[in-house]
T-cell receptor, first 114, second 115 residues
């Protein structure tokens, strides 16, 4: 069955440090890939999306993600984290073959130390 | 402002007392869905709707009902809530009926506690 795995439940980084959040998926075909952010008390907001083309995708708020087909991964990165980036981050995957929906990972909670 | 609006934001209720969580979007989106978010499980889809009068079960539909009588509204109904339905609920909408390839816009969430 298709699945989305975010191996890290919690991550803590210092303000100004770089960040990488991991996402792996198990799908037969190349799916649509998304990263969403959920700030405390808020709904989810799209950071970026990938389906085809350049494997390095730029998003909002200075985030980027790299698609690696050989590793079935779509990791989210940011060169320098700000305190306002503290939030929960969700990787989501969709593919027509697996139903008309997005499947979400369990989420990674990011804490930023000052 | 384009948005998805859920009400109420917080709700505490007792077991068995019927409740409805409303969801409305002002973007003329075709697709709407409900998710529940539980720690360690991410978001799981409860029900979805591809258009007016078209609804279908998601991954965790037991204990829930929905309706889509108008394009903008998609209420979630719990006929007889139980404590295992205590969760954070999100309504979402997408412009295209192809939800697997389209950005979803989320409401701010409804935190439901069933005692």
């Amino acid at each position: 069955a298709q699945s989305v795995t975010q191996p890290d439940i919690h991550i803590t980084v210092s303000e100004g440090a770089s960040l990488e959040l991991r996402c792996n998926y198990s799908y037969g075909a190349t799916p649509y890939l998304f990263w969403y952010v959920q700030s405390p008390g808020q709904g989810l907001q799209l950071l970026l999306k990938y389906f085809s083309g350049d494997t390095l995708v730029q998003g909002i708020k200075g985030f980027e993600a790299e698609f690696k087909r050989s590793q079935s991964s779509f990791n989210l990165r940011k060169p320098s984290v700000h305190w306002s980036d503290a939030a929960e981050y969700f990787c989501a995957v969709g593919a027509m073959e697996y139903g008309n929906k997005l499947v979400f990972g369990a989420g990674t909670i990011l804490r930023v130390k000052s | 402002e384009a948005q998805v609006t859920q009400n109420p934001r917080y709700l505490i209720t007792v077991t068995g007392k019927k409740l409805t969580v409303t969801c409305s979007q002002n973007m003329n989106h075709e697709y709407m869905s409900w998710y529940r978010q539980d720690p360690g499980l991410g978001l799981r889809q409860i029900y979805y709707s591809m258009n007016v009068e078209v609804t279908d079960k998601g991954d965790v539909p037991e204990g829930y009902k929905v309706s889509r009588k108008e394009k903008r509204n998609f209420p979630l109904i719990l006929e007889s809530p139980s404590p295992n339905q205590t969760s954070l609920y999100f309504c979402a909408s997408s412009l295209s009926g192809q939800a697997w390839s389209t950005e979803a816009f989320f409401g701010q969430g409804t935190r439901l506690t069933v005692v």
